[in-house]
């Protein structure tokens, strides 16, 4: 709705319901579960019932310089994770790592997503902005507010949340380990994100200046919040937390364009700029600090199936070995504490500078080449320190990877410079959060560069073209805890990830090789008689990589390591497992995708009405290239998840009246 209220002012409103289920998406998960697929069962539906967008906007132009605006939104977002029909409640989640398959129900991880629950999301924005325009400025200064909701009280009622508050994991149908879960569970937290910017276009003769500064206040708070005991954990009580985090960041944004030789044919042009996240949630939330699971090996002695051994007890006892996190189940303040320089400062969030250079050169009439380069470096990296362990609790093996002429070398290779925790440190847990320039150089840095060609030819014959080329730099290289893998932890988006690194040499400095990071697309669009156009897409781009973790068992550790695996402690027939990458990231790629996508277009003019018709092409080749493969080394290693999409046909019209 517009609603004109006076002369100059000028309303608009609008409010969408947006219902949606992604009812079946496995073939999304594998990236992120480690290669496991999954049966239809073990996925979930993924209902948004409903999302609600009301929006508002207000906009009054004072003088012919002079504009004022404002505006707010809301996106209220109802999510839930609900069972497949079929599934019930006292069906557990079986992973089989022979097969690399998960079955039965759904049971990952404690997240809207992870198990089965209900999310809710709140989400506010607020603007208001003022422009002042001129012949030789373009001014602009406001303030922008956002507030972010997650949880509300009273949803951690469901003991269900995981079938059963456990899951297994087998080789060859044979139990190796169970996972008891900290359910019911609903974590709470309140963050607001304040920006006031200033920017100013300012053309000076053949210079053109970009000048800016954002000044950004991320604060966020947990509320209280109650968890009612579940099947493996007592009830729970949180205490709230405000100013965490409470970062301050003062952003400048600068850029500039030259007309080389003031012909308006050759244009320089720079930018750089300090950008955080738009928008995070609160940190260092009491209910994410308790222990969310704990694994145990499982020696299935009697073949029945069932874990025969009191798994409330952490002790080794019946056919169940000890529990992984000794914390499991406590109440306490915090198991893993944030520094003060993870949650609060001046310029301490995660961050990245982008920095290019570029030049527009005007080749002939109708020709133009542009040329660029540019760069990406990112600070403020996390690490995780487990305050009760050194390196020097832990103890090194090796692997030999399987003899494949799919490996590098054709397999066969010997991995050393593994580690292994000692017996008596295992589910010892004291985490802390804090930057990693207090243990070593951490990098991330991506270099690119961009060739462009556009031309416009014949009677409305238009030409474009280029190759693109860039790669990302990454570097951990170095030890918190275990010599072997360091936790990094990033505070972006909505919410804070934990990802175990591999520190071994071949696998921390990760650098992908240009020919892998090289792009090429074309496109041509053409007119033909009898008001026909047709237009074609050319794309060139890189394979994707191509990776190997295998689990190998207590038996095949044993002789190098000299000892059980930790997690054996006490326990006589060993089932616990080590998962290894086989594969350097980025060394090795499927082969590239190449497509071509072509449209023929006609239009029909019938007095005042416009009918254009099209048909459309896509993957005219055929061509079948892989999106995404099994990473878990087995027998089913490398097989097609999913390929591109067969040649398509589309017919579509668009009316105009």
């Known amino acids: 709705?517009?609603?004109?209220?006076?002369?100059?002012?000028?309303?608009?409103?609008?409010?969408?319901?947006?219902?949606?289920?992604?009812?079946?998406?496995?073939?999304?998960?594998?990236?992120?579960?480690?290669?496991?697929?999954?049966?239809?069962?073990?996925?979930?539906?993924h209902n948004y019932l409903l999302n609600y967008l009301p929006l508002v906007t207000w906009t009054y132009p004072?003088?012919?310089?002079?504009?004022?605006?404002?505006?707010?939104?809301?996106?209220?977002?109802?999510?839930s994770t609900r069972r497949e029909e079929g599934v019930g409640t006292d069906t557990i989640q079986i992973t089989d790592l022979a097969t690399n398959f998960r079955y039965g129900s759904r049971a990952l991880a404690l997240t809207h997503a992870g198990g089965y629950r209900v999310q809710h999301n709140r989400q506010y924005h607020q603007r208001f902005a003022v422009s002042y325009i001129t012949g030789s400025h373009v001014f602009k200064t406001g303030l922008d507010l956002n507030e972010y909701r997650e949880g509300v009280p009273d949803q951690a009622d469901d003991p269900n949340q995981i079938n059963g508050a456990r899951s297994y994991t087998f080789r060859g149908a044979v139990p190796q380990s169970v996972t008891i879960w900290a359910v019911p569970f609903e974590a709470q937290n309140r963050s607001r994100d304040f920006g006031f910017y200033v920017q100013d276009q300012w053309a000076i003769r053949k210079l053109t200046l970009n000048l800016g500064v954002r000044y950004n206040n991320l604060k966020g708070s947990i509320p209280e919040q109650h968890m009612p005991a579940g099947p493996f954990v007592p009830a729970r009580d949180f205490p709230a937390v405000e100013n965490s985090p409470n970062f301050?960041?003062?952003?400048?944004?600068?850029?500039?364009?030259?007309?080389?030789?003031?012909?308006?044919?050759?244009?320089?042009?720079?930018?750089?700029?300090?950008?955080?996240?738009?928008?995070?949630?609160?940190?260092?939330?009491?209910?994410?600090?308790?222990a969310a699971s704990t694994t145990r090996t499982w020696t299935d002695a009697n073949g029945n199936y069932i874990p025969d051994c009191d798994l409330r007890n952490p002790a080794v006892n019946g056919e169940c070995g000890q529990w992984s996190d000794l914390t499991f189940g406590r109440v306490r303040a915090s198991n893993t504490r944030f520094a003060d320089d993870a949650i609060r400062g001046f310029n301490q969030q995660f961050y990245n500078w982008q920095g290019s250079v570029s030049v527009q050169q005007e080749l002939r009439p109708n020709v133009a080449l542009d040329v660029g380069y540019f760069r990406t470096w990112y600070g403020g990296f996390l690490i995780l320190d487990d305050?009760?362990?050194?390196?020097?609790?832990?103890?090194?093996?090796?692997?030999?990877?399987?003899?494949?002429?799919?490996?590098?070398?054709?397999?066969?290779?010997?991995?050393?410079?593994?580690?292994?925790?000692?017996?008596?440190?295992?589910?010892?847990?004291?985490?802390?959060?804090?930057?990693?320039?207090?243990y070593g150089n951490q990098t991330e840095v991506f270099n690119g560069a961009d060739v462009t060609v556009k031309a416009r030819f014949g009677q409305g014959g238009q030409f474009a073209g280029g190759l693109s080329t860039g790669r990302t730099v990454t570097d951990?290289?170095?030890?918190?805890?275990?010599?072997?893998?360091?936790?990094?932890?990033?505070?972006?988006?909505?919410?804070?990830?934990?990802?175990?690194?591999?520190?071994?040499?071949?696998?921390?400095?990760?650098?992908?090789?240009?020919?892998?990071?090289?792009?090429?697309?074309?496109?041509?669009?053409?007119?033909?008689?009898?008001?026909?156009?047709?237009?074609?897409?050319?794309?060139?781009?890189?394979?994707?990589?191509?990776?190997?973790?295998?689990?190998?068992?207590?038996?095949?550790?044993?002789?190098?390591?000299?000892?059980?695996?930790?997690?054996?402690?006490?326990?006589?027939?060993?089932?616990?497992?080590?998962?290894?990458?086989?594969?350097?990231?980025?060394t090795l790629f499927e082969d590239r995708l190449r497509q071509v996508d072509v449209r023929f277009s006609r239009l029909f003019q019938m007095g005042h009405t416009k009918v254009r018709g099209n048909v459309d092409v896509f993957n005219l080749l055929n061509a079948s290239a892989l999106l995404n493969v099994?990473?878990?080394?087995?027998?089913?290693?490398?097989?097609?998840?999913?390929?591109?999409?067969?040649?398509?046909?589309k017919f579509s019209a668009q009316l105009d009246f």
């Open 1 to 45: 709705m517009t609603w004109q209220a006076a002369p100059k002012h000028r309303v608009v409103a609008s409010y969408e319901t947006q219902p949606n289920c992604s009812c079946f998406w496995p073939l999304l998960e594998p990236q992120s579960n480690g290669g496991i697929l999954a049966a239809p069962e073990a996925v979930a539906r």
């Open 62 to 79: 004072a003088t012919s310089r002079l504009l004022f605006e404002a505006g707010a939104s809301a996106n209220l977002f109802n999510n």
């Open 248 to 290: 301050n960041n003062l952003n400048p944004r600068l850029g500039a364009a030259y007309d080389v030789f003031g012909n308006g044919r050759t244009a320089l042009k720079v930018s750089l700029g300090r950008f955080t996240p738009y928008f995070t949630a609160a940190l260092n939330n009491p209910a994410l600090n308790q």
């Open 387 to 438: 305050q009760l362990l050194t390196s020097a609790d832990y103890d090194p093996y090796c692997i030999t990877a399987p003899m494949d002429s799919r490996l590098p070398g054709s397999g066969g290779n010997r991995f050393c410079g593994i580690y292994d925790i000692k017996p008596d440190k295992f589910g010892q847990v004291d985490n802390l959060v804090t930057q990693s320039s207090h």
């Open 476 to 586: 951990n290289c170095f030890v918190v805890d275990s010599p072997s893998s360091v936790v990094a932890g990033t505070a972006t988006g909505n919410t804070f990830t934990l990802t175990t690194l591999d520190t071994r040499p071949d696998f921390c400095h990760i650098s992908r090789p240009w020919s892998a990071a090289t792009q090429v697309k074309l496109l041509v669009v053409y007119p033909l008689p009898w008001k026909l156009q047709t237009s074609a897409i050319y794309q060139d781009i890189p394979g994707i990589p191509i990776a190997a973790s295998r689990s190998y068992n207590n038996a095949e550790i044993l002789p190098s390591l000299g000892r059980n695996l930790a997690q054996c402690r006490g326990v006589g027939a060993c089932t616990a497992n080590a998962t290894i990458d086989l594969i350097p990231p980025n």
């Open 630 to 649: 099994t990473t878990r080394y087995g027998n089913q290693w490398l097989q097609p998840i999913q390929i591109m999409g067969g040649r398509l046909f």
